[in-house]
């Protein structure tokens, strides 16, 4: 742990654990009561402790707020006199990316996987990585929490592997009507259990031919997750798959080629086939590449923000 994770404070209430009083204690030791700082300098109070998986804690606080960390993690109390004022804990993972490179076996990923998506949207989201390789684990677990961080309103019930049709990377089921049965993605078995060739297919899928046409807008396993992502989002906001198709439209109707061969490179083939696909590439297309995204990409993301803004918070 880097000295500069922490974040001294000079004031709290008095800590209730006389073993406390000094030095470092392990996250997994607080208790309910404890008060820390993070890093934004704000105080919390310690609502419960919880396992997020083998080697991680959740902590609660009274205010709503969680906080993921390895159990072994230490906090250090701040005033070392016999009325102890505080607690520290380091800085939470500056990314994603990082919380999830902390967890080491296929269960840990899930664990961290759903106590982040319950950190970010409030609510639980199972996660079953059995069967994959454990870094492609990581980036799809990644792309997913990316997804939620964009749309936090968005309902998914569940994520895991399943044996898909040859060709198929992922897939998002989803039950029109039936609010209380959450969409569920599943990723290719063989795909994510096989790295080298997972990566050769999608890097072999995105690259671009000669007339500007690519098979996807990416090469990542995050980036599938992200595609899957947004058929989430097009079941959660109705519409928004038929607003990207006239969005594509519209701007191929603009154009003096073929409208497929112009959306195969401002999108993809695979955003070709269905409105709810071209909804899926120009979504996995701005969370990739940002402002490098195609044009059409960004004017599709674009107006789903505005419609969500407009909806508010669900
Ligand atoms: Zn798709």
Known sequence: MRAADL???AEGHPHPGQRYRHGWIPVGALNKGDRF?????????VDRIRPAGPSHVQVSTTGGRHFVRHAADTVQVVSP??????????????????????????DDIARVAEAESERITGRVTSFDWTGSDPQI???HSEGILRGMERYPGTYLGHVGLDDLEPGVLGLT???????????????????SSDP???RGVLWRSSQRGPDGRRGLVTDTPAAVALHEFGHVVSANYQGFADIAGW????AAAGQSEDRDVFLARELSKH??????????????????HGDGASELSKAIVARLDKGIAELGPQ
């Open 137 to 139: 684990a990581r980036e």
């Open 7 to 9: 974040v001294r404070i």
């Open 81 to 106: 006199d016999t009325t102890p004022s505080g607690l520290v804990v380091p800085r939470q993972p500056a990314s994603l990316h990082e919380a999830l490179a902390d967890a080491q076996t296929i």
């Open 37 to 45: 700082v993070d890093s934004a300098g704000e105080h919390h109070d």
């Open 247 to 250: 969005l594509a439209n519209k």
């Open 271 to 288: 955003g070709v086939k269905s409105v709810m696909e071209t909804a899926a590439e120009a979504f996995a297309d701005v969370m990739e």
């Open 196 to 198: 080298d060739r997972y």
């Open 173 to 191: 089921t989803w039950f029109e009507g039936y609010r209380d049965r959450l969409p569920v993605i599943d990723f290719s078995r063989v795909h």
